[in-house]
């Protein structure tokens, strides 16, 4: 059974991710609109994973005993400056995000919840790789700067390694 204040901090985990899900959702749909498709795809992608890490907290916290609670979501911004400006607000929120499942490995700590705080290590791993491609894809917007995404908007799906589009892990 999850203590109530491990329930607390993976529900607040919950809105974290569905609001992942929403920010990239707006940056898809965003890019799309200024014909950068390969960019779009990328984050409509992001979108789906974000949405499953969601499932994956809202499933645990229910096997355990807990009540995972749907929020409602912020909405996230409708434009943005440039793909460059998008793509450091992307680094951004995933340094946040690593930041928030450090709490959470913190909290396991404090009330002994080994269970979850294995469970969470895949998060952890997670994140590392999230943020390594943040700044991959960052590095290179900025080595062809803003006014040449013609070859980076073209490339850039084949910098998800092939993995599958579902998000499936
Ligand atoms: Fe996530
Ligand atoms: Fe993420």
């Known amino acids: 059974m999850l203590k109530k204040s ?17 920010l990239y959702l707006a940056m898809a749909s965003w890019a799309e609109t200024e014909g950068l498709k390969g960019i779009s795809q990328w984050l409509y992608a992001q979108a789906e994973e974000e949405k499953v890490h969601m499932l994956k907290v809202i499933a645990f ?12 979501f912020k909405k996230p911004p409708v434009s943005f400056k440039s793909v460059s400006e998008m793509f450091a607000e992307v680094l951004k929120h995933e340094q946040y995000i690593t930041d928030s499942i450090n709490q959470i490995v913190a909290k396991t700590i404090e009330e002994k919840d080994f269970t979850t705080q294995n469970w969470i290590q895949w998060f952890v791993a997670e994140q590392i790789e999230e943020e390594a491609q943040a700044r991959d894809i960052l590095d290179k917007i900025n080595l062809a700067g803003d006014r040449h995404m013609y070859l980076f908007d073209r490339d850039i799906m084949g910098m998800r390694g092939g993995e599958e589009v579902t998000g499936d892990e």
């Open 6 to 22: 491990i329930e607390d901090i993976l529900n607040a985990q919950v809105e974290k991710e569905g609001y992942s899900s929403n």
């Open 61 to 72: 916290i229910n096997e355990r005993g807990g009540k995972a609670i749907i929020p409602a």
